[in-house]
């Protein structure tokens, strides 16, 4: 049994003691999962702690629905229980990141050294797990926008409290006011707040871009030409379809480049075990197409999230943790070939 079912058989029990319909409670508290967890994976920056915070928010809601008397909204509540397990989590941990918030871009010769621990690096995340539908396109675009790796990243520079207060006015648009009731603070000092954290994104440069549209047709082909020359590692094909900046980074590993040249010189040479791999289309991660890549062999090697602009691809952000991502993505261990696919 996981620990989300323990812990949510033990909360159901928790209720039926309390006299809570189990039942009803646990579907109003569930409707509220999915965008709870883009909320905590925006503080935190990794799906599998955002779904933990989230999993120990739905049990404390459980454990004290009791004393819930409906003076705020129950989704205002869920909240405020979600931003102090966050706040607890964050609690002298070191902001995680991106391997180009590190250091420098490498050079092809540079050794690829040995993987930093996970608690260093900004994961990827499906869409589906963090972002509730919208039914306004653009409400949807914003969405998208809000949860790409390198906002992601921005707000791992703010203060924690700073984190919450920008996420909550600028991405949820809630109230100074609702913000500062959430909180336990002042108007004042949710507006003071909000200024320093704009402030900090401005000076880091990290503001967010315009909203991404949804893939258009020129896009799509531009993502099966990807998938077409990597697979069979055309290194002329890939010329063609990475802009002249594109980036590439490969968390464990600090090491990552800059520049379509070094790109590809590193993918003939220290990157040659790419070649004959498989890419696998998954949900969209961060807002950006996604891939799962396996080797020629079958064994599972990256998720890839693919930045665009321009049509040209500007980052691949290949993420090697496959024990935990592929499952996260809903991909086997094992490549099955096409048909399996299908």
Not at 39 to 68: I, K
Not at 83 to 112: E, F, I, Q
Not at 178 to 199: D, I, K, P
Not at 288 to 294: E, L, N, S, T, V
Request: include cysteine.
């Amino acid at each position: 049994m996981s620990e989300a079912t323990a812990a949510s058989r033990d909360t159901a029990a928790d209720a039926a003691e309390q006299g809570a319909p189990a039942g009803e409670l646990a579907d109003r508290l569930e409707a509220h999962r999915t965008e709870l967890t883009g909320y905590c994976y925006r503080m935190l920056g990794s799906a599998f702690e955002a779904e933990d915070a989230v999993q120990e928010t739905m049990v404390r809601a459980w454990r004290s629905y009791d004393r819930f008397e409906g003076r705020a909204s129950l989704r205002s509540w869920l909240y405020r229980i979600a931003t102090n397990v966050c706040l607890d989590l964050l609690k002298g941990s070191r902001r995680r990141a991106r391997p180009m918030d590190l250091a420098s871009p490498s050079s092809v010769d540079t050794p690829v050294g040995a993987g930093l621990p996970e608690v260093t690096w900004i994961g990827p995340v499906p869409d589906e797990r963090v972002l509730a539908s919208a039914g306004d396109p653009a409400e949807a675009a914003v969405a998208r926008e809000s949860v790409r790796l390198a906002f992601i990243s921005a707000l791992q520079r703010l203060a924690p409290r700073q984190r919450a207060v920008l996420i909550l006015r600028e991405v949820l648009s809630w109230s100074a006011s609702e913000v500062a009731e959430l909180l336990g603070s002042s108007v004042a000092s949710v507006n003071s707040a909000l200024q320093r954290a704009r402030a900090t994104l401005a000076a880091s440069g990290d503001t967010a871009d315009e909203p991404p549209r949804p893939l258009d047709d020129a896009q799509q082909a531009l993502l099966g030409r990807y998938v077409d020359a990597f697979e069979r590692f055309d290194m002329d094909a890939l010329t063609a379809l990475l802009h002249e900046d594109s980036t590439l980074s490969m968390p464990p590993y600090a090491l990552w480049l800059r520049g379509r040249e070094d790109i590809l010189k590193w993918l003939r040479g220290p990157g040659h075990g790419c070649e004959g791999s498989h890419l696998v289309a998954v949900a969209a991660a961060n807002g950006r197409p996604a891939f799962g890549q396996y080797r020629a062999d079958g064994e599972p090697w990256a998720i890839q999230v693919i930045d665009t602009a321009d049509g040209r691809i500007t980052a691949l952000n290949s993420f090697l943790d496959t024990e935990r991502l592929f499952p996260l993505f809903g991909l086997p261990l094992r490549y099955g070939g096409r048909a399996a696919e299908a």
